[in-house]
T-cell receptor
Framework: EAQVTQNPRYLITVTGKKLTVTCSQN?????MSWYRQDPGLGLRQIYY???????DKGDVPEGYKVSRKEKRNFPLILESPSPNQTSLYFC????????????FGQGTRLTVV | GQQLNQSPQSMFIQEGEDVSMNCTSS?????WLWYKQDPGEGPVLLIA?????ELTSNGRLTAQFGITRKDSFLNISASIPSDVGIYFC????????????FGKGTSLLVTP
């Protein structure tokens, strides 16, 4: 089954404790991205990757890092999480950057206390 | 990213009613998309529009790409309880701009 898998689904952590949210897709897609969803703000892009070893900032990249060492994986790293990063995070992938159909993961609800 | 204005913010309707929501932008997009997000899930693509003036249907859903390329609407006819969710519009510049610019969403509640 074609899917985008995020882990964990839920995470509560403390300020400053480094964490990684994993994302994996099994569709051989080139383009992957991370979004955060906040009430009243919709979905905002954090980082995206056009292909292996190619990443770039989205609209709200501050406080986040990503890496793309393999095509299927695109982890989101919070080196020193802060409470304003409490949010619902979605990973998405599409065949290419120009492809419109993006497949989304089920989301990771992160709470930073 | 580009700012999209989506309205209404929320709708509370009875089963069987028709629904209409729209999205406007100050920028021109080459592609307009409509997504639905069920509670606890990620967004799923409903309809994609690629040409100004295009009118596309998917079952009870109909969406149009505005002539000016700065707006789009989504209609749902004869709503049913499973239509409940958040609907997002998204615009994509295409060519040099691949990011999806999302509206803030329309939350739809349908009562039996």
């Amino acid at each position: 089954e074609a899917q985008v898998t995020q882990n964990p689904r839920y995470l509560i952590t403390v300020t400053g404790k480094k964490l990684t949210v994993t994302c994996s897709q099994n569709m051989n897609h080139e383009y992957m991205s991370w979004y955060r969803q906040d009430p009243g703000l919709g979905l905002r892009q954090i980082y995206y990757s056009m292909n292996v070893e190619v990443t770039d900032k989205g609209d709200v990249p501050e406080g986040y890092k990503v890496s793309r060492k393999e095509k299927r994986n695109f982890p989101l790293i919070l080196e020193s999480p802060s409470p304003n990063q409490t949010s619902l995070y979605f990973c998405a992938s599409s065949l290419t950057g120009g492809t419109t159909e993006a497949f989304f993961g089920q989301g990771t609800r992160l709470t930073v206390v | 990213g580009q700012q999209l204005n989506q309205s209404p913010q929320s709708m509370f309707i009875q089963e069987g009613e028709d629904v209409s929501m729209n999205c406007t932008s100050s920028s021109i997009f080459n592609t307009w998309l409509w997504y639905k997000q069920d509670p606890g899930e990620g967004p799923v693509l409903l309809i994609a529009l690629y040409k100004a003036g295009e009118l596309t249907s998917n079952g009870r859903l109909t969406a149009q790409f505005g002539i000016t390329r700065k707006d789009s609407f989504l209609n749902i006819s004869a709503s049913i309880p499973s239509d409940v969710g958040i609907y997002f519009c998204a615009g994509q510049l295409g060519n040099s701009g691949y990011a999806l610019n999302f509206g803030k969403g329309t939350s739809l509640l349908v009562t039996p």
